[in-house]
């Protein structure tokens, strides 16, 4: 949510600026805007909308900026106050010679705000970054130093923020600070890049440093200057970041979602090196840090995430409660962080999240750490809130994801789960050698199993289209694909705006079942095993009532043909991995229904991909 870019150097700025914030655009923004330094003042250019719009605004104006080799920008997705050119970042003081971009939320804007009008500050916009912008001028007024007036202002907030600031009689000065929201610097040869996240820096530049909270850089021509709150100077951590610029193209594919759908059989292969060799060996998990003795006393476990990622943690419910018999429950974040929750040192709380930033599962989790529960992370961003926060980090490696909708970060997570539970059972010794070696066996030829899947796309592009112009779409499944039926629907529902709902079908008889007649598809998830004549029965009971029926399935059963009007056949796969094989197809429902019905794919309306906001 909003995205924060920053430049000093000696290239044109305004195009490293537009660039950083077209690769964050996967954030979700609603209005974006630039602030140049130029000759004897900063030129602000905003827009509502997408950055086209900003694009349009600067090109209108280019000859004022032609030769600005600072300045800052920003894509805001609308908080405090609607989406508008006023409301659009950078935001600055009466006189705009201080100017800032921010992301995060300030708690205490509304005191500081009654405050500061009290000293003369003139507020232009409804939101809560405006404050800052006053607050930072007004320490500047005692202290005449951009870094100090800084250091002095964020003393006095409350909240999270990520900021990049600049004044006008500092020229050729950045200072950023973060606390809660992530920012980071890109080092190059003689400039430097401020940005919430990797995208916007690595086309630039491999090496970087990650801002810890409080800390306050501090960018020049000559140089940066790290202090911490004090104002002590503080050494800088440099490290060379492992993303290639290339992992941030669409390689040829039309979206992102598909080209990210087709790196999943690779990103499964990235997590099985070194923790699973071979079907004999034991999984190695050096990541968990909980002692052998305590895994084997655990007898409960929570789990907590949000959209996607709950969905995982659904499998993983499921296959740790199969493979460990310990008890697990799986909780909404936003819903666990508001009742009093029985949780101590002998819970192990397992946190999921792609980005690691997501607010309500990091609030959780700082809850149950401060109970005295050991954490267990599993993230794509060994880099965030959420990571700092493990005693235990999973990290899922399955490269950036640009596009909103989550695909080779979900399969990453199911993985991780996997193997999670295989090694606890192991040390429990709660499965039998020959179940053991049968899942870890057919879990090394998964990717293969997606191949084949992805390489016959064209039937499922197929159905999807039969059925784009629906309004509604159920998907039903039980036992261990109830979640890949809720996970189904979600992926529709945010691409392409259907009304997307997955059932456990047992319950389709106990209401949902009014809603069927001869314009509803329902898509049965009917993976062979101990469920299937079951999913079968309610697959018929749809049926009688004229459904649309679609049967995705690993079946060979002729007699399908007579129940559904579309058979979406999978490579047969044991049922307790099935998950992983069933949710290709469903997510490439969803890209093509989006792409058939021109929506906007990567970025669809309303969503960010990182929310950074309870
Ligand atoms: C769906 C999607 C979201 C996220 C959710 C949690 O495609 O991406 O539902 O899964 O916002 O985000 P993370 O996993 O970053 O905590």
Redesign the pocket.
């Known amino acids: 949510m909003c995205g924060i870019v920053g430049y000093i150097g000696n290239k044109p700025a305004v195009d490293i600026l537009i660039n950083g914030l077209h690769q964050l655009e996967y954030r979700g923004y609603d209005s974006a805007g630039v602030a140049l330094q130029c000759e004897d003042k900063i030129n602000i250019y905003k827009a509502e909308g997408k950055l086209e719009n900003l694009s349009s605004e600067l090109t209108l104006h280019k000859r004022e900026f032609e030769n600005a080799t600072m300045g800052i920008g920003h894509i805001r997705w609308a908080t405090h106050g609607a989406p508008t050119v006023i409301n659009a970042h950078p935001h600055t003081c009466n006189c705009g010679s201080l100017v800032i971009v921010h992301n995060g939320i300030i708690e205490n804007h509304k005191e500081l705000k009654a405050l500061l009008e009290k000293k003369g500050a003139k507020f232009r916009s409804q939101t809560d970054t405006e404050t800052v912008a006053h607050l930072i001028a007004y320490k500047y007024e005692q202290t005449r130093n951009l870094t100090e007036a800084v250091r002095l202002a964020t003393k006095e907030i409350e909240g999270a923020y990520a900021l990049c600031v600049m004044h006008k009689n500092e020229k050729n000065k950045l200072v950023a600070t973060k606390r809660n929201a992530p920012l980071l610097v890109g080092v190059g040869e003689g400039e430097y890049f401020v940005a919430s996240d990797v995208p916007a820096t690595i086309p630039y530049t491999k090496k970087a440093m990650y801002l810890h909270d409080n800390e306050i850089v501090t960018l020049t021509l000559n140089g940066m200057k790290l202090i911490n709150p004090d104002g002590i100077e503080l050494a800088q951590k440099i490290e060379t970041l492992p993303w290639e610029p290339v992992a941030l193209s669409k390689m040829g594919y039309k979206h992102f979602m598909l080209k990210e759908i087709h790196e999943q059989p690779d990103v499964i292969r990235n997590i099985l090196v070194g923790k699973l060799h071979c079907a004999e060996e034991n999984i190695s998990l050096n990541e968990v840090k909980l002692t052998k003795d305590t895994l084997k006393e655990l007898n409960r476990i929570q789990i907590i ?6 969905h995982a943690a659904m499998v993983g419910k499921y296959i740790i409660e199969n493979f460990c018999g310990i008890a697990v429950d799986v909780e909404a974040s936003s819903e666990y962080i508001y009742r009093k929750t029985v949780t101590d040192s002998k819970t192990l709380v397992i946190g ?7 607010a309500d ?1 990091l609030t959780a989790i700082k809850q149950s750490k401060a109970k005295g529960s050991h954490i267990l992370i599993i ?2 961003r060994p880099d965030s809130a ?1 990571a700092r926060e493990a005693d235990s980090l999973l990290s899922v490696n399955a490269g950036i994801e640009v596009s ?4 080779k ?2 399969i990453a ?1 199911l993985v991780s789960f996997y193997l999670l539970a295989l090694y606890m059972a192991e040390i429990k010794g709660s499965l039998d050698n020959a179940t053991l070696q049968s899942i870890k066996t057919d879990l090394m030829i998964v990717p293969q199993k997606i191949e084949q899947i992805l390489s016959n796309k064209e039937s499922i592009q197929q159905c999807a289209r039969h059925y784009a112009n629906t309004k509604d779409f159920i998907y039903i499944a039980r036992g261990i694909n109830y979640p890949t039926a809720l996970e189904g629907a ?2 529709l529902k ?1 691409i392409s705006y259907i009304n997307a709902t997955g059932y456990p079908a047992g319950e389709l008889k106990h209401g949902p079942i009014a809603m069927l007649d001869e314009s509803m598809p329902v898509l049965s998830i009917l993976m062979k095993g101990s469920v299937y004549e079951k999913l079968l029965s309610n697959s018929e009971e749809a049926k009688a009532r004229n459904a649309r029926m679609i049967a995705l399935t690993n079946s060979k059963d002729e007699k399908l043909k007579e129940l559904f009007e579309f058979i979406i056949e999978v490579p047969d796969i044991q049922e307790l991995l099935s998950p992983i094989i069933a949710i290709i197809p469903l997510q490439l429902i969803a890209y093509y229904i989006s792409e058939y019905l021109g929506k906007d794919v990567d970025q669809p309306r309303n ?5 950074t906001v309870e």
């Open positions: 995430a949000c959209g996607t990622s709950l999921v999240s792609q980005s690691g930033e997501t599962t993230t794509n959420m909103v909708a989550a695909t970060s979900y997570q979600l992926k945010e969503l960010a991909k990182s929310v």
